[in-house]
């Protein structure tokens, strides 16, 4: 168990996944909307 829990988080899956989050938030959207606009934000990117 020790060892899927240490290779789980390690995968990059995690890692860029917040970090492209954190980015684009602030850049196209304002701090007090961040978790509003979070998911309109990832629907439009995409598109």
Do not use: G, Q
Not at 6 to 14: E, F, G, L, R
């Amino acid at each position: 168990m020790t060892m899927i829990i240490a290779i789980y988080p390690t995968p990059h899956t995690p890692h860029p996944t917040p970090e492209v989050k954190v980015k684009n938030l602030p850049l196209s959207a304002t701090p007090d909307s961040r978790f509003p606009t979070a998911d309109p934000n990832v629907k439009n990117l995409p598109l």
